[in-house]
């Protein structure tokens, strides 16, 4: 397996909440190290750059007013595998299909407030960082 970056981005729920602690320590726990991190709060037009993957889905706009609802956390994890790893962190998008013992499962109020965001692919991973961080942010 090799080394890999990923983003995640911890969402208006959880921060509104105070778990960015307890969701970063579920990262650290299971070996990825938080190698950039800052807290913002997204303007509109950075929320829909950002998903604007989604612009022609029906829950576009909601996805975009609800990550500009309050701050959150960007951040880059460094690990084995990290994406696939995050992902399993994290837990499936719907919390009502989640594993036990994910995020998602442990503190998603809804499957839009689901806590957090994971970049899904490897060159996806590149993408979403390189959005939020330059290289020099980056401290591995």
Do not use: C
């Not at 970056?5 to 938080?34: C, H, M, V, Y």
């Not at 750059?49 to 309050?70: I, K, N, W």
């Not at 503190?107 to 960082?129: L, P, Q, R, T, W």
């Amino acid at each position: 397996m090799a080394v890999q970056r990923t983003l995640s981005i911890i969402k208006p729920d959880a921060t509104r909440r105070n778990l960015t602690g307890a969701i970063n320590q579920r990262f650290e726990e299971k070996g990825l190290r938080i190698v950039a991190q800052k807290r913002m709060w997204l303007t509109d037009e950075q929320a829909k750059q950002f998903y604007a993957v989604h612009a022609e889905r029906p829950f576009y706009g909601e996805l975009v007013d609800f990550m500009t609802s309050g701050p959150v956390v960007v951040q880059v994890l460094q690990g084995e595998d990290a994406v696939a790893k995050n992902r399993e962190i994290m837990g499936a998008t719907n919390p009502a299909n989640a594993d036990d013992g994910t995020i998602r499962k442990d503190f998603a109020e809804s499957i839009e407030a689901n806590s957090v965001h994971g970049s899904d692919s490897e060159d996806n991973a590149k993408i979403e960082v390189a959005f939020f961080f330059s290289e020099t942010e980056i401290v591995g």
